[in-house]
């Protein structure tokens, strides 16, 4: 199953490297979500966007900042981030009628 | 507020053993959708089944089964003859009624399943 793509698959990066994840649907969905998942923690939502505008932010640090172009594409650009950034980001989609979100394979990040 | 909860936190089976997921969650809605997704090793959080709240039926998928309580509120799911690849983590979530054109789903923390050959 390819319906959410996510890359790279894998970063590292210095705390003062600028990087952005790259998360692509191709299931017509018009919402799409970034998440972030720590060791030993639960699924922490970061953004939402529907209809390519944001409408969540979870009191997310600013070094993250979100993009998205169209419908189909979702952007984290990522600077200075610090070493407790360090962790799996997922990506999901849903559509407009349902509420079933469809995950991408993740970004695993590094921050030294 | 909403809330699920996964009270195991990990489990080892032998393969060919039937295992049981329990998840119990917690929400004033009286409309809500519960689903299980499953974590394996590449990361990818694979959709397994959606439930609303009014269908109590109990599902068979394969080996897969869900048993879906509402007074207790539970949404448990057994695996029965556990097989290697079904070696991840399962998360259990919850979504309330659907309001917009986007989902909510709370998670909880997921139950790390290893099944030894």
């Known amino acids: 199953e390819t319906g959410v793509t996510q890359t790279p698959r894998h970063l590292v990066m210095g705390m003062t490297n600028k990087k952005s994840l790259k998360c692509e649907q191709h299931l017509g969905h018009n919402a799409m979500y970034w998440y972030k998942q720590s060791a030993k923690k639960p699924l922490e939502l970061m953004f939402v966007?529907?209809?390519?505008?944001?409408?969540e932010n979870n009191s997310v640090p600013s070094r993250f900042s979100p993009e998205c172009p169209n419908s189909s594409h979702l952007f984290l650009h990522l600077h200075t981030l610090q070493p407790e950034d360090s962790a799996l980001y997922l990506c999901a989609s849903s559509r407009r009628g349902s509420d079933t979100q469809y995950f991408g394979p993740g970004t695993r990040l590094t921050v030294l | 507020a909403q809330k699920v909860t996964q009270a195991q936190t990990e489990i080892s089976v032998v393969e060919k053993e039937d295992v049981t997921l329990d998840c119990v969650y917690e929400t004033r809605d009286t409309t809500y959708y519960l689903f299980w997704y499953k974590q394996p090793p590449s990361g990818e959080l694979v959709f397994l089944i959606r439930?609303?709240?009014?269908?109590?039926q109990n599902e068979i998928s394969g080996r897969y089964s869900w048993n879906f309580q509402k007074s207790t509120s539970s949404f448990n799911f057994t695996i029965t003859a556990s097989q290697v690849v079904d070696s991840a983590v399962y998360f259990c979530a919850l979504s309330e009624a659907y309001t917009g054109a986007n989902s909510k789903l709370t998670f909880g923390k997921g139950i790390t399943l290893s099944v030894r050959p």
């Open positions: 439930r609303n709240s009014f269908d109590e």
């Open positions: 966007y529907s209809l390519e505008e944001r409408v």
